[in-house]
Each structure stands twice: as structure tokens, then as C-alpha cells.
């Protein structure tokens, strides 16, 4: 499975200098649980960085720091690891694994950033084709039985 099949186009971007109070009602608002930062010009979108939840947590709430007290430019993650959109989704694992991140951006042929994948993302996609293989399983056993049925019948 492609990773442009389960990722998120829905990219929040938010500038460096905004508070991490600011950053979690953004995430809360937009139903995300990373944001993109970018420099603080209106109309700059180059991702610069990366924060998340996990980083809002850890970095100022963890440390008793005030939301107010911090900006995205104070925890961010410089490097934005990324993947194609035509990567499968195990090269996606395994760009996590290695990078030791849980989201990754996605980009299009051309170098274009067009979405984000998840940890998250994959695992339901890989839940869903564990569910169909279990449907297969099931299927086969139902039409096994009912053609053990009807042979039955036959034979009685």
C-alpha cells in the first residue's frame, strides 16, 4: 500500500513565534497532533520545523513550563524527516524507525510537501488488511462448510 493512500492533506502550519498555547488550540481546532512552523513573515509557508503534541508534553509541560512562556521556535525539531508519497508504507516504518519519529512529511514527485503520515495512519491501514485477511479466513471456511452440506445431502 502507497503511503498517499493514508496519509493526511490536512497541513497546519504555524509561525515560530507563536506561544505553545497558541500551537495546542491550533492542533485542538484543526484535529491534528503536529503542526509545521514556519518563519514569522505573513504568507511564508516553508516548513522550517516540526512540533507535536508528544513535543508540547514533553518539552514545557514535563518541565513545568508555562504555555505562554515558550514558543514553536523553542521546541520545534529542525529536521523534518519525510517520505515520498509513493513510498510503500513499510519504507515509511522504516524511515521512522531509523529517524526515531512517529510522523513523517509527505512529498509529491516533484519535492512538494503534500500531506503527512502517521504512526497512527499506519496502523489502521495495516489493521484493515488484517481484517480482510480474516474475512478471506472466513469465507473460505463458510464455503467449505456448506459444501461439506451439501454433499451430505446428496449422499443421504
Known sequence: MKVK??????????PRSSNLEQAAVLMRQHHVGAL?????????SQAIGIVTDR??????????IGPRELTLGDVMRPTIFSV????DIFE???TMRGSGVRRLAVSSGEGVLVGIVS??????ALGAEVTSLA??????????????????????
Do not use: F, Y
Open 92 to 94: 515509511a516504518l522504516e
Open 5 to 14: 493512500r493514508i496519509c493526511s492533506r490536512n497541513i497546519i502550519r504555524a
Open 135 to 156: 474475512g478471506v479466513i472466513r469465507s473460505e471456511h463458510e464455503r467449505e462448510c456448506a459444501e461439506q452440506d451439501r454433499r451430505a445431502t446428496l449422499d443421504a
Open 36 to 44: 509545521l512552523v514556519t518563519e514569522d513573515e505573513p504568507g511564508d
Open 119 to 124: 504512526l497512527d495512519d499506519i496502523v489502521d
Open 84 to 87: 515520498s508519497e509513493n513510498a
Open 55 to 64: 513535543d508540547l508534553v514533553l518539552q514545557a509541560i514535563a518541565e513545568g
